[in-house]
């Protein structure tokens, strides 16, 4: 089971983005889901996540005030919503949901499973 993002592409400097992360073959009903990236030469980090309620979100702070991550629970679907995007967003793009029942929303990869291969994501200036 992976969890495989999709919607990345090669947009200019201020365009946005919507990237997808259809869940199928477990559950997120319960269980946060998460966003990471990983630029060339770097480790992957945090970008956001969103609780199992859909009623908290969390954010990187280079990424706040620009981005939004939303879950469709009907299309079992969690969205990342980017907009103004800058060069210093292109990444390769990751979702993944959190190990715990009911848990909180964590900023460690560790604390996450069922990743996908990621989208990637370019920004150009």
């Known amino acids: 089971v992976q969890l495989q993002a999709s919607g990345g592409g090669l947009v200019q400097a201020g365009s946005s983005l919507r990237l997808s992360c259809p869940v199928s073959?477990?559950?997120?009903?319960?269980?946060?889901v998460g966003w990471f990236r990983q630029a060339p030469g770097n480790d992957r980090e945090f970008v956001g996540g969103i609780s199992w309620t859909g009623r908290m979100t969390v954010y990187t702070d280079s990424v706040k005030g620009r981005f939004m991550i939303s879950k469709d629970n009907a299309k079992n679907t969690v969205y990342l919503q980017m907009n103004s995007l800058k060069p210093e967003d292109t990444a390769v793009y990751f979702c993944?949901?959190?190990?715990?029942?009911?848990?909180?929303?964590?900023?460690?990869?560790?604390?996450?499973?069922?990743w996908g291969s990621g989208t990637q994501v370019t920004v150009s200036s």
């Open positions: 073959g477990v559950t997120f009903n319960y269980y946060a």
């Open positions: 993944a949901r959190n190990t715990r029942r009911w848990g909180e929303i964590t900023q460690n990869e560790g604390d996450y499973e069922y």
